[in-house]
């Protein structure tokens, strides 16, 4: 008779939540063959809790609990646990709280002796020309800008139009909108496809620019547009069978 193998991954993919706060942190990645007084150790530099005195808990993704990391010895992978669970620590969390300065009052610089200061972030961007102390990247920005915007503006609301997006089919459409959209940067055009190939109704987080059917609708950066004689085609269901 052939023997049989169960092979299970040797890292296990959880949610970490503390009882101190709602705060719950990104996946982390834990080798099940990690002992569960090595994994507490981790969890510490992790929650701030105290390894000696932490309990730690599990539940699966429905919020249900699974069981109590309780025996020190123990494999994490003996523990009847899968991906995307979640470990609890409970715990006082006194090296947090040690460390927890909320209530100090912090020196400031004023803005005259920060600009002074050699050591600074501000003077560290301000030596290599990075970020918005490089003037050439900041001029380059604002023309492109100003391009974007003044080709959205010479986009005709209701006239026919074709996109054209990298890695995309080309699109038909009507343009049905021009001009920002909010949390979005630069200049926009809204466009209403002849097919259900777009992203929204014309409503964006909540803000509606224009009205269309759902997935009809898209926004779409001025120099993917281009308009002209782009009749809308006729799919007549009556050319196959």
Same mark, same amino acid.
């Given at each position: ?24 942190? &990104? !996946?982390?990645?834990?080798? +099940? ?9 981790? =969890?510490?530099?992790? $929650? ?85 102390? &490089? !003037?050439?990247?900041?001029? +380059? ?9 003044? =080709?959205?503006?010479? $986009? ?86």
């Amino acid at each position: 008779m052939a023997d049989f193998k169960v092979v299970t991954p040797d890292f296990l993919k959880v949610y970490i939540s503390t009882s101190k706060d709602d705060i719950s942190f &990104n !996946e982390k990645r834990f080798p +099940k063959d990690l002992t569960i007084s090595d994994l507490k150790a981790k =969890l510490e530099l992790i $929650t701030g809790g105290n390894c000696n005195t932490m309990q730690v808990e599990a539940y699966d993704k429905d919020n249900k609990h699974i069981c109590s990391l309780s025996n020190n010895e123990a494999l994490l992978g003996s523990y009847p646990l899968d991906d995307g669970m979640r470990l609890h620590v409970v715990d006082k969390f006194s090296i947090r709280n040690e460390l927890d300065f909320g209530d100090v009052q912090k020196f400031e610089y004023s803005e005259e002796e920060y600009s002074k200061k050699t050591d600074s972030v501000r003077a560290f961007l301000l030596k290599n020309k990075m970020g918005q102390y &490089n !003037e050439e990247n900041i001029k +380059k920005k604002e023309k492109q800008l100003a391009e974007e915007k003044q =080709l959205a503006e010479s $986009t005709p609301i209701g006239s026919r139009c074709k996109v054209t997006v990298s890695n995309a089919p080309c699109r038909l459409g009507t343009v049905m909108y021009t001009g920002a959209v909010e949390t979005l940067p630069g200049y926009w055009v809204g466009v209403k496809y002849d097919e259900p190939l777009g992203k929204n109704n014309g409503t964006f987080k909540g803000k509606t620019y224009f009205e269309c059917a759902n997935n009809y609708g898209a926004f779409v950066k001025p120099h993917n547009v281009e308009c002209g004689d782009f009749p809308e085609e006729d799919y007549d269901l009556n050319e196959e069978i």
